[in-house]
């Protein structure tokens, strides 16, 4: 028999900085005198280094479960069974490994490499065991999917999914193929499609309730009561009831993979690849051949492996989960101010959100103010109301909520503000009010007290002008809504100092947000390229553009919605401001647009169906964009106003770093991602204007070098 390292010789033979996980074995005596070799996965570090999955790690494991089914052979062992270091199965495949195959060839054998390995624990002659002790993430799963029964741990943390979708891949050592016909198809759609795009995880007792582990065991007791129930399967005293796939689901199959197929194309559009290749081998899993299936899963992630989407997803990845944890530019978090006491100025529904989002995650008194009391006791009963909603889903306990009420108190007296050390406003983007605003409550507050602004447009060192201590000006510029929008633009000014600074850092960071500092220029980052995108797109429909010729040159960004949608979505008013801001600050470069103020006015652009879903432009809002057009305009061809897009965007992101706007192009990026869900699969803004040559013909060259792309071989 040909051994796995000659059979996946060039994934053996790659240089390689693998951490690699072992597969140690020991033999466990059952109650009743049985052998079961138990492997465990532990690749020698810490909880902080979660074991993965590479190649060399992926032979070994191989190799030991063959080494096991020979003892099976001669009856030394009556049971394999594969668990993981303390709380961690495996997070998945190394995609650093994976990242870095050189092409398409190379590529195709991890996929079968996974196959070949997990086929093992399909008929090993004995029964075999995932104890999935642990964080079971990707590949981690697929081990547990791929064996004849499974346990979990009760007290594992939240960390089971089937996430491969979001980074441009499919679940593809068995998990699209085996999953349909183990918990039923559209449980399989949740777990593979729906929960990787919502960034949700499934904890041990959703495990057990899908059907995917066949028991949950205590933490205490987890790997006794799963070696005793492990001897029960193997003598035949327990047996393992299954969910039945029969003919009522195979008849609905078709049905909820279309259903799931159109659901995408609304949220997602076209661009992405991964979520589609998915679907495909989910809807033939429906035939029960699991060969086939695995086939196909082969063919998507050789493809997926060496596509440019893929290595933007890792890019973006990368971002998201190490770059927005160390800051560009952060100071020292020791210089960082204690917030004991929040202000909040204002009492509308920014204002309202902010004050839960503080009570909720720095559990400290907080104090709303507004114009009068009525307006302060309005928002007071609106924060306690959502408060009374998150127990009632079971997000929060009663005593919880309780003192979530009792640390929250409205004044219309800024005096009560005097012992604050944190205040922030949320008032009408109207620059001499926040002037006069902060210049009001300076006066009360202690010296050491951090002044923060939520503006979206305005200059903060102008908001700042009249106060006495400018350097406690910190710009906070949360993104709506603001419970689940996870960025924070935190701007400077030439004034602030470093002990703000580092304040609103920490503070955001306790917020459980993600901070990016930028410079005080318009727009900061977010706001400025989406005007710039947005201004393209209205000035395309003043010219006399079809709304959907323009929908169709935007496409192939890959944003989640089309430019018309996300203009709905913002507010019409809001938008037209934003361009305002942005023309006169850059009228060379930014248009501003009479037409959106035209239809903000009468608050009309995008037609919607009985669900609130866009469903195409207003006949109205056609009406209106059609008196503002010119009678000379000329209309742009499709490939012409993409062109402009993307050069316009790329020629105004290389601006914004020669102006020092952020640190980085990866700034940027994670800003975009963040605060406008800029796909992963594209990478951000940047990446994709590389690839399809925007930064060449704005600016004769790219943000990155090499360009983050699939190999081209």
Same mark, same amino acid.
Request: aromatic share 8%.
């Given at each position: 028999m040909v051994s796995l390292r000659a059979e996946f010789s060039l994934l053996a033979n790659l240089e390689t900085d693998e951490v690699v996980s072992r597969s140690h074995v020991r033999d466990v005596r059952t109650p009743s @005198?049985?052998? +079961? $070799? %138990?492997?465990t996965l532990d690749n020698g570090r810490d909880h902080k280094r979660p074991n993965t999955l590479g190649p060399l790690t992926m032979i070994e494991f191989g190799e030991t479960i063959e080494a096991q089914r020979e003892r099976a052979k001669r009856g030394v062992i009556q049971g394999i069974a594969v668990t993981g270091k303390p709380f961690i199965l495996a997070a998945g495949a190394d995609l650093s490994q994976a990242q870095e195959l050189p092409d398409r060839?190379?590529?195709?054998?991890?996929?079968?490499?996974?196959?070949?390995?997990?086929?093992?624990?399909?008929?090993?002659?004995?029964?075999?065991?995932?104890?999935?002790?642990?964080?079971?993430?990707?590949? @981690?799963?697929? +081990? $547990? %999917?791929?064996?004849?029964?499974?346990?979990?741990?009760?007290?594992?943390?939240?960390?089971?999914?089937?996430p491969e979708i979001s980074l441009g891949l499919v679940p593809g050592w068995g998990g699209a193929t085996i999953l349909p016909n183990l918990i039923g198809i559209e449980n399989a759609l949740k777990v593979i499609i729906e929960n990787p795009l919502k960034q949700r995880v499934l904890d041990a007792q959703q495990l057990h309730d899908l059907g995917i582990a066949d028991e949950i065991f205590p933490a205490s007791t987890f790997l006794e009561q799963s070696i005793a129930w492990a001897d029960r399967i193997i003598g035949g005293e327990t047996k393992?009831?299954?969910k039945k796939i029969g003919m009522v689901e195979k008849a609905k199959w078709d049905v909820a993979v279309g259903i799931a197929r159109k659901t995408l194309e609304s949220k997602i559009g076209t661009v992405p690849a991964a979520p589609y290749r998915a679907l495909d081998i989910i809807k033939e899993a429906k035939k029960g051949d699991i060969q086939h299936g695995f086939q196909l899963e082969d063919e998507a992630l050789a493809d997926l492996i060496v596509s440019d989407q893929f290595h933007a997803s890792i890019y973006a990845f990368n971002l998201v989960q190490k770059r927005a944890k160390r800051p560009a530019g952060a100071p020292d978090k020791e210089l960082a101010k204690q917030?004991?006491?929040?202000?909040?100025?204002?009492?509308?529904?920014?204002?309202?959100?902010?004050?839960?989002?503080?009570l909720r995650r720095l559990q400290v008194p907080v104090v709303i103010t507004d114009l009068d009391q009525g307006r302060v006791d309005s928002a007071i009963e609106g924060i306690h109301g959502e408060i009374d909603k998150l127990h009632g889903k079971g997000r929060i306990?009663?005593?919880?909520?309780?003192?979530?009420?009792?640390?929250?108190?409205?004044?219309?007296?800024?005096?009560?503000?005097?012992?604050?050390?944190?205040?922030?406003?949320?008032?009408?983007?109207?620059?001499?009010?926040?002037?006069?605003?902060?210049?009001?409550?300076?006066?009360?507050?202690?010296?050491?007290?951090?002044?923060?602004?939520?503006?979206?447009?305005?200059s903060v060192e102008q908001i700042g002008a009249k106060l006495?201590?400018?350097?406690?000006?910190?710009?906070?510029?949360?993104?709506?809504?603001?419970?689940?929008?996870?960025?924070?633009?935190?701007?400077?000014?030439?004034?602030t100092d470093d002990a703000t600074l580092s304040t609103a850092m920490v503070t955001a960071k306790n917020l459980k947000k993600n901070a990016v500092i930028t410079?005080?220029?318009?727009?900061?980052?977010?706001?400025?390229?989406l005007a710039k995108m947005l201004g393209e797109a209205m000035h395309a429909v003043e010219q006399g553009t079809p709304f959907e010729t323009v929908v169709a040159a935007a496409r192939p960004l890959g944003l989640p919605m089309d430019p018309f949608v996300l203009l709905d979505?913002?507010?019409?008013?809001v938008g037209a401001h934003v361009l305002d801001t942005h023309h006169a600050a850059f009228p060379d470069r930014f248009f501003q647009s009479d037409a959106l103020h035209a239809l903000a006015e009468a608050n009309v652009l995008v037609e919607k169906d009985s669900k609130g879903e866009p469903k195409g432009i207003d006949k109205k809002a056609l009406k209106i964009v059609g008196k503002h057009i010119p009678k000379r305009a000329t209309p742009y061809s499709e490939e012409e106003l993409r062109n402009r897009l993307e050069e316009g965007l790329a020629d105004e992101i290389k601006r914004m770093l020669d102006d020092d706007v952020v640190a980085a192009a990866e700034d940027i990026d994670l800003c975009m991602i963040l605060g406008a869900a800029w796909p992963f699969h594209a990478g951000g803004a940047t990446p994709y204007l590389d690839r399809v040559g925007a930064s060449e013909r704005a600016f004769g060259g790219t943000f990155h070098n090499p360009r983050i792309e699939g190999p081209k071989s």
């Open positions: @005198g049985r052998t +079961i $070799a %138990l492997i060839a190379t590529a195709q054998q991890l996929p079968q490499l996974g196959h070949r390995v997990y086929s093992l624990l399909h008929d090993a002659g004995v029964p075999t065991f995932a104890f999935v002790n642990g964080m079971a993430l990707g590949g @981690g799963l697929e +081990i $547990a %999917l791929n064996a004849n029964y499974r346990t979990v741990n009760e007290g594992a943390p939240r960390a089971f999914a089937l393992v009831e299954r917030v004991a006491k929040v202000g909040i100025i204002g009492a509308g529904l920014m204002a309202s959100q902010f004050a839960l989002l503080f306990d009663e005593d919880t909520a309780n003192r979530l009420k009792g640390l929250l108190s409205g004044t219309v007296d800024k005096a009560d503000f005097a012992d604050c050390d944190w205040v922030i406003e949320a008032v009408f983007e109207e620059l001499t009010l926040k002037q006069d605003i902060f210049a009001e409550v300076e006066q009360y507050l202690s010296p050491e007290a951090v002044l923060a602004t939520n503006t979206s447009s305005l006495k201590h400018p350097e406690r000006l910190v710009g906070f510029h949360f993104f709506n809504p603001v419970a689940i929008m996870p960025l924070v633009e935190v701007v400077k000014t030439p004034h410079r005080d220029t318009p727009g900061f980052v977010v706001n400025r390229v979505l913002v507010g019409l008013k």
